[in-house]
Structure formats: C-alpha cells, structure tokens
C-alpha cells in the first residue's frame, strides 16, 4: 500500500497528515498565523518517525493546490516539491475547496439531498468559492465572488445548500432569512481530507510535473510600493 503525506497550508492553519493506503497514520496540525515556514519541515520529520516510517519509505506528497493565501500556497508547494525532488517521487494536488467540502460531506446524514459551498475568505467582501455535489462535481466552477445579497440567488431557490469555511460568516447575514441556506461554523481545512482525496489519484497516476507545478492562486498577486522613500 502507498505511503502518501499530505501538506494543507492554504489558510493559516498548518496541517499534515501520513496515510497507508487508506488507513490514516497520524495527522499534525498548528493554528498560529505565520507559523508555516518555520514549522512545517520539523512536523513532517516528527510525524514521520511517530509513525514509524522514514522519508525515504514515502510513495507521493499530495498539496493543497489552492486557492487560498498566496505565502501559504507558496510555503506547501515549495516543500512538497523539495520532497518530491530530493526523495524521486510523485507529486499530488488536491483543490483547497474540494478538501473543505469533503469534510462537510462526510458529516452529513443523506448528503445528497444538498449542494455543497465551501468558501474562503478573500478579503473585503470577496471569497473564493464553488459549488459542489455530493460526490464532488462542479455545479458552479471555482471562481472568485464578491457577495451580495443576489449571490446563488437562483441556485437556493432549488436544492438546499450547505455553506461553510471561513468566507461564509460574510454570507450568512446577507441571506438569514432564506430556509434553503444552511450553515456550519468552524469548519477549516485539513490535510486528512487532502490525503483522502489524494489516494485515488495516485492509484490513477494523475501526478503534476514537479518542476513546472505551481497552485491554483485564483487571483494575481499584486505587490505594491512602499509609503516611505528609502533614504
């Protein structure tokens, strides 16, 4: 059975996780912002022996390709590359959002009865978004939103929609009233659901080049100029 270690660095939470096959072998995870860059190598070399493997025993790394936070994105991929690279292995990616969603899913008695809507927050009024079936099809593509009060309007006047992650406290004010619109708190990503999702993929070979992969951003990054001259 493939040994498979996940990486979810999307948000500020920092997450890894090892799987056997589909058996899950342990998960690690830290919720301190910024704490990415320095953490992240030590918690995959801990997790690792905990487990009782080493890192020359990996099969694959699977990533959270995003979208999500630009620094965040760029920390998992960098690392998971340098593993990929270093050790000849694969390498996975696993949509940010497809792992949020199946965390609901998996809780959720008769999930086909609803859409899914995982959404991250994007600043402002803007989330990064999609929606989603049961079994993980595309209803509306991921995209960029602003929110209104309009957003889904056509879609929740049909199948109930469950929302979810850390864009849908904007949502929730705007549509309170509107029984078909459902909401779970405190929902975030994590490297198990990655994982999880990873296995197939591997069993497909559905592997990214390791040296042209780069995430999924969504948006461009813009950088700005400083505010002081520099003297």
Do not use: W
């Amino acid at each position: 059975m493939p040994l498979l270690l996940a990486l979810e660095t999307s948000t500020t939470v920092c997450s890894i996780a090892l799987y056997k096959g589909q058996q899950l072998l342990g998960a690690s995870e830290l919720q301190i912002e910024k704490s990415h860059s320095s953490h992240i190598t030590v918690m995959v070399s801990q997790l690792v022996e905990n487990c009782g493997a080493t890192l020359q025993d990996l099969s694959a790394v699977a990533v959270s390709g995003g979208p999500g936070s630009y620094t965040g994105l760029r920390i998992g991929v960098s690392t998971a590359k340098g593993l990929c690279f270093s050790l000849n292995i694969p390498l996975l990616e696993v949509s940010t959002l497809y792992g949020l969603a199946a965390q609901v899913i998996s809780m959720t008695p008769n999930p086909d009865r609803y859409l899914f809507c995982p959404m991250l927050d994007a600043r402002r009024m803007e989330v990064y978004t999609c929606l989603l079936t049961h079994e993980l099809q595309e209803v509306e593509p991921i995209a960029p939103v602003v929110l209104d009060e309009h957003t889904l309007e056509a879609r929740l006047q049909g199948q109930p929609i469950i929302f979810f992650g850390s864009g849908a406290a904007k949502y929730k004010s705007m549509v309170n009233t509107k029984a078909e619109a459902l909401f779970i708190d405190g929902v975030l990503p994590n490297a198990k659901t990655i994982g999880a999702l990873a296995l197939p993929k591997y069993e497909e070979q559905a592997f990214e080049d390791v040296a042209y992969y780069e995430p999924f951003y969504l948006k461009d990054v813009y950088i700005t100029s400083p505010t002081k001259s520099v003297k």
